[in-house]
């Protein structure tokens, strides 16, 4: 037979569970205030992600107008620098973003990382419970945490050339780092690994800040999967679509590797770009 030692504090709380109305003066721990600080993070953690995932797939867009011509993209180039508005381009406006999204990741990396599992014995008891309970949203979960690994790296790659570099992005100049620079690794990693955790993250946020009820949940999951499932094929179509792009007018302006793009209006008749 199992004895069961208990204190006295434990054998007081244990019988006030018993009255009417608990003395919280006899259970210590019922008087201690928990922390709200938890759920704060969480929200700040849910907020950073929602802004990162939406400043990407507007990226993308802006990216992606090289699929409408070197001269579109040449435009929407020279817009982020602030030609329209200044009348003359400031590459500096673009290192300026860079840095600000640079401080955005490293704030949701170091809100994230709380909820990584922090040793080896951890990562056993996670694969353990996963295998066991076959649960698709939580090996989504470890996607999200594999691919936001590679992310940190991936990012601060592509934004440490953003920052250091801001004159150097246009139709020939990404296009010659792309394939004479060898970059197009880099980003064909990054593509994929940012649109995954893009997708999953937004299906994560919309399940867990969503007004569903338990009457709904389960047709709600479905569609909400369907949905990030679509967004994902749909952003890696349109990054893969543009990196080709640019890896091919990079193949083709190798030898003039380093020459910077002039516009049709800005070319005499006869001249080339």
Not at 122 to 141: E, K, V
Not at 171 to 192: C, E, H, K, M, Q
């Amino acid at each position: 037979m199992t004895q069961i030692r208990l204190g006295a504090v434990d054998f007081v709380c244990m019988i006030s569970r018993y009255r009417r109305v608990p003395d919280r003066r006899d259970c210590p721990s019922m008087s201690r205030k928990k922390s709200v600080w938890p759920a704060r993070i969480d929200v700040l953690q849910s907020l950073s992600g929602l802004l990162l995932v939406l400043f990407v797939w507007m990226h993308m867009f802006f990216e992606s107008s090289i699929l409408l011509g070197k001269d579109a993209m040449y435009r929407v180039t020279k817009m982020f620098e602030g030609e329209p508005l200044f009348g003359k381009p400031y590459p500096v406006l673009v290192s300026a973003v860079g840095v600000v999204v640079f401080l955005l990741v490293a704030a949701h990396a170091v809100l994230a990382l709380r909820k990584f599992p922090s040793n080896s014995r951890q990562y056993r008891q996670f694969h353990h419970h996963r295998n066991a309970m076959h649960h698709p949203d939580t090996s989504l979960w470890l996607v999200q945490v594999v691919t936001g690994f590679c992310l940190f790296f991936l990012v601060s790659a592509h934004l440490y050339i953003v920052i250091a570099q801001p004159g150097n992005i246009g139709p020939y100049a990404s296009s010659d780092r792309i394939w004479t620079g060898n970059f197009w690794i880099l980003y064909a990693l990054l593509l994929v690994a940012v649109h995954l955790h893009a997708g999953i993250g937004m299906y994560r946020l919309a399940m867990k800040w969503g007004p569903l009820s338990s009457d709904n949940t389960a047709i709600v999951r479905a569609r909400l999967k369907i949905a990030m499932w679509c967004c994902v094929v749909f952003f890696l179509c349109l990054g893969t679509a543009s990196l080709l792009t640019y890896m091919t007018i990079g193949y083709e302006h190798a030898d003039r590797a380093g020459e910077r793009y002039r516009p049709g209006v800005e070319r005499q008749p006869g001249e080339g770009a």
